[in-house]
């Protein structure tokens, strides 16, 4: 504690000229800064306008008394110490003086050793009084500097974007985020306080926060090991915990973290369901033209016979197929990275896809179909889009139209403008598709397995990629349809600005 910047003021008041001069000199070498005053009242107008902190006063004056300077100054000045002159002995004064609040006296005559002690006794107290408040300030400061760190750490693990969890050693909840109460669903009477079996079920989740608290969760490399934890609403947690040791090592409770790892967990099935559909797209032919090699090397299908030809003509065709399809892989891998490479053109739908139906004209043909094409009367506006994706989507549209629909058939292709898009519709009169497939057709793989379609080639990936192409122009692609019924499939494209 710095004292010494506190120089101690006093202030002697006494109507006797030789007291306070020789108080002055006494006292300044004590190294007190010294003021006087011949009388109480000059000596009161003295305290209101300097800062003092020890008053010497005579108690016999002229004017105001002593005893009555030393209750104004007990009143107005409370840290103000009052040491009282007494005259000749006058013991009883001298007590009611301390009655009244006066720290000291020191009486008439006095030497200045004696005015030295009590002075520096009063000074001693005063510094005492100085430092105590100098801590308490100080103490007040930390208390308040602990507040705002307590209440900005609460902020931030409020605010995490992860839930957080801490337990003590008797595996009661000490304090937990909104985000962990939101990820494990708890009401609000469940939480700090209770028993982390009474808030989570997972048995899973009770033996990894135990095997935590016995640190047994980091191995060499010093990887936290986690546990996930399902949820009943088909949410994934990833929990993630630590330790929280005391001075001897022992375990006081453990943080834990959670973090919601679904989408991950998502797209991982997504993965793998998509591996296991391509190795299986991939078997079947591959497995097929195996045979048939293995055939010829055994030499049983030497000759020309039409059967041989068949055989060998149905490897050729599943090769094909192969082929057909790992392009489709990488073209939806190509789309589904954002780099179909080409730069958008404006196209005339009109003409394009007049030509594509020309084109498709043929296998309508084939099967006995009808293929109308309409337009409207008025010029269409023009869309803005890589002419190789436009072809890929209506091509497949139509040629849909054509697969699954049977023999005598009829195909209509329109085109028609609405608001700020223009929408192109693909109408057969086909085998139509059960409501509970609807949703799915636009998956990669998918196709129907019925009488109708059992015998009709196709990879499933044809409208999983003529959706991303036509959302990846803005557009939608929309689809009525009822089994036995035909269908509907309408093409949404913004027109170019
Ligand atoms: P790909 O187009 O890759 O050669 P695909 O035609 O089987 O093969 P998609 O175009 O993605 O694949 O179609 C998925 C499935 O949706 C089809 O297998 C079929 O069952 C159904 N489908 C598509 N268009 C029609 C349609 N116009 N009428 C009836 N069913 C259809
Ligand atoms: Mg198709």
Do not use: W
């Given at each position: 504690m710095e004292n010494k910047t506190f120089q101690v003021k006093i202030l002697v008041i006494d109507d006797e000229q030789d007291i306070r001069e020789g108080c002055e000199r006494i006292l300044s070498r004590m190294e007190c800064k010294v003021v006087t005053a011949p009388d109480?009242?000059?000596?009161?107008?003295?305290l209101?306008?300097?800062?003092?902190?020890?008053?010497?006063?005579?108690?016999?004056?002229?004017?105001?008394?002593?005893?009555?300077?030393?209750?104004?100054?007990?009143e107005k000045?409370?840290?103000?110490?009052?040491?009282m002159i007494t005259g000749f002995s006058t013991v009883e004064t001298a007590i009611e003086a301390m009655k009244k609040g006066a720290y000291d006296f020191v009486s008439k005559p006095f030497s200045p050793d004696q005015l030295r002690i009590v002075v520096k006794r009063a000074i001693e107290k005063l510094h005492l009084t100085w430092e105590s408040q100098a801590l308490k300030l100080e103490q007040q400061k930390n208390l308040a500097d602990l507040e705002t760190e307590q209440s900005r750490t609460r902020a931030i693990i409020e605010t995490l974007p992860n839930g957080v969890l801490v337990t003590n050693m008797l595996n009661?909840?000490?304090?937990?985020?909104?985000?962990a109460r939101k990820y494990l669903g708890l009401a609000a009477d469940k939480g700090v306080g209770t028993q982390i079996q009474d808030c989570i079920e997972d048995k899973g989740f009770h033996d990894y926060i135990k095997s935590v608290s016995e640190c047994k969760t980091d191995d060499q490399e010093g990887t936290i090991k986690s546990h996930e934890l399902a949820l009943s609403d088909e949410r994934?947690?990833?929990?993630?915990?630590?330790?929280?040791?005391?001075?001897?090592?022992?375990?006081?409770?453990?943080?834990?973290?959670?973090?919601?790892i679904t989408a991950m967990k998502v797209f991982d099935r997504l993965k793998s369901e998509f591996v296991s559909k391509v190795s299986h797209e991939l078997r079947s032919p591959l497995s097929v033209i195996h045979e048939q090699l293995a055939m010829v090397m055994k030499g049983e299908i030497l000759d020309e016979s039409s059967d041989n030809q068949?055989?060998?003509?149905?490897?050729?065709?599943?090769?094909?197929?192969?082929i057909s399809l790992i392009g489709d892989l990488l073209d939806l891998s190509k789309i589904e990275a954002g780099s179909t490479g080409k730069e958008p053109e404006k196209?005339?739908?009109?003409?394009?896809?007049?030509?594509i139906v020309e084109f498709l004209n043929t296998e309508a043909v084939k099967k006995d179909q009808t293929l109308e094409f309409n337009l409207p009367e008025k010029e269409l506006p023009e869309v803005k889009a890589d002419p190789i994706?436009?072809?890929?989507?209506?091509?497949?549209?139509?040629?849909?139209?054509?697969?699954?629909?049977?023999?005598?058939?009829?195909?209509?292709?329109?085109?028609?403008?609405?608001?700020?898009?223009?929408?192109?519709?693909?109408?057969?009169?086909?085998?139509?598709i059960e409501q509970r497939h609807i949703s799915r057709i636009f998956e990669k793989f998918y196709r129907i397995k019925d009488d109708n379609t059992r015998f009709i080639n196709g990879t499933g990936l044809g409208l999983a990629i003529a959706k991303t192409l036509v959302n990846e122009l803005k557009g939608d692609i929309l689809v009525e349809s009822k089994a036995g019924k035909g269908s509907l499939f309408t093409v949404l494209l913004p027109v170019s600005k």
């Open positions: 109480g009242a000059k000596g009161l107008n003295i209101e306008t300097q800062d003092i902190s020890i008053v010497l006063s005579d108690i016999k004056m002229p004017g105001i008394s002593g005893l009555e300077v030393l209750s104004q100054i007990t000045y409370k840290s103000v110490m009052v040491i009661q909840i000490v304090l937990m985020n909104p985000v994934y947690i990833l929990v993630q915990g630590r330790p929280i040791t005391g001075e001897d090592n022992e375990c006081l409770g453990t943080v834990i973290n959670l973090s919601d068949y055989i060998l003509g149905r490897a050729k065709d599943k090769a094909k197929n192969l196209i005339q739908l009109g003409d394009f896809i007049g030509k994706a436009l072809e890929s989507v209506f091509g497949n549209l139509i040629s849909n139209a054509i697969k699954y629909t049977p023999e005598k058939g009829k195909i209509v292709v329109s085109i028609e403008t609405e608001d700020h898009n223009i929408k192109v519709k693909v109408k057969d009169s086909g085998f139509g």
